[in-house]
């Protein structure tokens, strides 16, 4: 029940964050719709959110919480490691951030080539970046607080400390109108302003655990070494989705418009992904880690399963929900403004086509997270680099044929290789077992989401005759 109890906590607060976030893009495409302006802005948006996402949607948590959970017993112990990631992490954010500063036209070029035929959109993408990068200094921080308040079972400030982004952003598009084309500029402030806030705003709270003291000599010890090792794996392996969307958002600047289509519709499913994935892995990793240390073989497996039964209870319903009214949901949350006709057909067929992957993407969350607790990064690694390269060379290939359809097609194609294979070496290895009460749960899932989605559909159908009744 504390899974669940726990999972609950972290959902909520998320929930709120993303139905803020979906506040914050309703007035994102009322004023900037999915034109060039949009283009430059979620391009200059989505390089540091992937990496606040690859950070703080429990890939640091990954490799960080089982290394420091394993030293609590001694608070000495685990306060030096603490504080000197904590400090290495300083050092090597700044000088990142600092590089990437200076070598900005060359890192926009690499993330976003298609726009180096319209100079114009390219400026304006490299002005826009510069200002929201230093984000990533102060998330990528703040989401090292929150894994230390995850390490004591604290889930609920670290899980509301994303709403403050969107809060602040939603405060200057409430200005659009008076603000008109300078509006992207103030939303990439506000961007790195966020960042800064949600770093003090976690620091209060995580003084009761841990007290960071800046130093410059740190002493590089075998845990230290042992945790970066494991930090980049984790990195690649737990945010194998979202390094597959930054590739689709390289392959997508080669079609005008379709940055944009990809962004709306990303953040649809996103929501139930939050939930059904990144917040059971990020909730069950504490306790996980503790009985693999501690060899507790039915904890393990009883938390295992209903981990993965929440992951699928929660996500089989939504895909269906999302595979039958793509268009529908579209429509009613962004067609309104300069969001047009055109853009939420678009956007929703690039729903249709995320929402058939939505199940993998959780799945990946969670088998990565059964791995992380064995202090296994590798092995995701691996899989996860496969996964990229397929979602790599279907996108390349089919792109000219298909259009910007083909990156959400190979994203689900290349999550669903990722999620099978994960499973299987889970099986292999027997780190992994069904126990009875999964699999009757798990008919009775699919069973109710089958009469859901039967149920759902012909909803639509009486809505849309109904209404075109009325229109007569």
Not at 66 to 94: M, Q, R, V
Not at 334 to 361: C, H, Q, R, T, W
Not at 379 to 396: A, K, M, R, W
């Amino acid at each position: 029940m504390n899974v669940i109890k726990s999972t609950g906590t972290f959902s909520f607060f998320t929930l709120i964050s993303r139905l803020l976030g979906y506040v914050r893009d309703i007035l994102i495409a009322i004023f900037l719709g999915a034109g060039p302006l949009a283009d430059a802005f979620f391009v200059a948006f989505r390089i540091p959110n992937t990496f606040r996402r690859l950070f703080s949607e429990g890939t640091f948590n990954a490799a960080f919480v089982p290394s420091y959970t394993s030293l609590l017993s001694t608070k000495k112990k685990s306060e030096n490691f603490a504080n000197n990631i904590f400090n290495l992490l300083i050092l090597s954010l700044f000088f990142l951030v600092l590089i990437i500063e200076i070598l900005m036209p060359l890192f926009v070029f690499l993330i976003a080539p298609g726009f180096d035929g319209d100079f114009q959109k390219m400026e304006l993408a490299i002005t826009l970046t510069r200002i929201t990068f230093p984000f990533l200094l102060f998330i990528s921080l703040a989401s090292f607080f929150s894994a230390i308040l995850n390490s004591h079972n604290k889930f609920a400030i670290a899980s509301a400390a994303p709403i403050i982004l969107n809060i602040i952003l939603i405060g200057v598009l409430l200005f659009g109108k008076i603000l008109n084309d300078q509006l992207v500029y103030y939303l990439s402030y506000a961007v790195t302003v966020s960042g800064t806030v949600q770093f003090i705003f976690l620091y209060f709270f995580i003084k009761k655990h841990f007290r960071p003291k800046l130093k410059f000599k740190i002493k590089i010890d075998e845990k230290i070494k042992k945790f970066f090792k494991k930090l980049l794996p984790s990195i690649f392996s737990s945010g194998v989705t979202q390094i597959n969307i930054l590739v689709g958002t390289v392959i997508a600047s080669f079609q005008a418009s379709a940055v944009s289509y990809l962004y709306y519709a990303d953040r649809i499913y996103q929501i139930n992904l939050a939930i059904a994935g990144i917040a059971i892995g990020t909730v069950i990793l504490p306790q996980l880690s503790k009985y693999v240390q501690n060899n507790k073989k039915e904890k393990i497996d009883l938390i295992q399963n209903k981990a993965l039964e929440l992951s699928l209870f929660l996500s089989i319903p939504a895909a269906i929900a999302l595979l039958i009214a793509s268009e529908e949901i579209m429509s009613c949350l962004f067609g309104y403004g300069s969001f047009d006709e055109e853009s939420v057909m678009n956007s929703a067929k690039a729903l249709f086509f995320f929402a058939i992957g939505l199940p993998a993407f959780s799945l990946i969350k969670v088998f990565s997270t059964f791995c992380f607790a064995r202090h296994n990064t590798k092995v995701p690694f691996y899989i996860s680099l496969i996964s990229v390269l397929l979602n790599i060379i279907i996108s390349i290939v089919f792109f000219k044929e298909i259009g910007f359809l083909i990156i959400p097609i190979a994203t689900t194609v290349a999550s669903w290789f990722n999620a099978i294979l994960l499973f299987i070496l889970l099986k292999k290895r027997k780190i992994f077992n069904f126990n009875l009460i999964f699999i009757n749960r798990f008919i009775k899932i699919l069973v109710a989401s089958t009469l859901m989605g039967i149920f759902f559909n012909y909803s639509i159908i009486f809505l849309k005759i109904n209404l075109n009744m009325c229109k007569v």
